[in-house]
């Protein structure tokens, strides 16, 4: 069974930094697509940043350049390091993981994170 547990969020005021992580289980990691994504209270749910299998890396314009997304496939982990928080960053981070060849898509339970103004 496919896990995707999601760690790391909290509250911190604007400017600050959070460290993100999520830890994969019951998939091959090294061959999927990991990504975050967030969704704010009264919003859809919006891509932040993905990461290929090959380590390409993708950002939202909001976060390019504060946010960086990494993985470490040795210990079946994607993170994503936030700095320069803002409060319109404020929402319930999802973790997920696409393998489109074989048409799987997961996702985590979210984790919350709050930036006061």
């Known amino acids: 069974q496919v896990q995707l547990v999601e760690s790391g969020g909290g509250l911190v005021q604007a400017g600050g930094s959070l460290r993100l992580s999520c830890a994969a289980s019951?998939?091959?990691?090294?061959?999927?697509?990991m990504g975050w994504y967030r969704q704010a209270p009264g919003k859809q749910r919006e891509l932040v940043a993905t990461?290929?299998?090959?380590?390409?890396?993708h950002y939202a314009d909001s976060v390019m350049g504060r946010f960086t997304i990494s993985r470490d496939n040795a210990k079946n982990t994607v993170y994503l390091q936030m700095n320069s928080l803002k409060p319109d960053d404020t929402a319930v981070y999802y973790c997920?993981?696409?393998?489109?060849?074989?048409?799987?898509?997961?996702w985590g339970q979210g984790t919350q994170v709050t930036v006061s103004s």
């Open positions: 997920n993981a696409v393998l489109a060849l074989i048409n799987r898509n997961y």
């Open positions: 019951g998939l091959i990691f090294s061959n999927f697509a």
């Open positions: 990461v290929t299998s090959a380590g390409s890396t």
